[in-house]
């Protein structure tokens, strides 16, 4: 070591360019904006904010797209099979990536739509020929309601039934 030498003790100069370093790399990671990974979904809700990825008819699935870019959209649904369901509805995003692309009116599943895996697709043409992003989702039959209309006929007629028999026995010598 030499005489008159500090250790551990920055200079004025390295100090201010390492600090002149330091506040470029801070100023250019806050400059860059965050990227979004770009996906289709299926959703319980209009407003395209509870992912839902399977669902039991009737009712409406709505389909969207996340982290889209600002633009026009068009969102498809199909059948089992790939079979288009209903023509792509268009969507607009705003704000930049991480733009959401909600079909808030969505597709309505009934109790004759087809059972099994369905696709949502978000499209650049109204056509869905240029499929961006795509997604499944299951449709599956509601459970078979009880027949209770049966019960609630053949209550009276048992009921008459088995009055009209104790009558008869009742008259009976």
Known sequence: MTPGARTGVLSSRKFTILLLVLSAIAIATAIVPPTFAAAAGSFSDSACSITQG???????????????????????????????????????????????????????????????????????????????YTATFSVSAAAPEFPVGVFVLLFPIVSIFIYAKRRAIVRTP
């Open 54 to 132: 399977s669902f039991v008819e009737p009712t409406t699935v709505y389909g969207g797209g996340t982290g889209l870019s600002t633009g026009f959209y068009y969102i498809g649904y199909y059948y089992p099979g790939g079979t288009q369901a209903q023509a792509p509805v268009k969507v607009h995003v705003t704000g930049g990536g991480g733009g959401l692309g909600c079909d808030s009116t969505g597709y309505t599943l009934t109790n004759s739509s087809p059972t099994g895996t369905w696709s949502v697709d978000v499209c650049s043409d109204s056509s869905c020929a240029t499929i961006l």
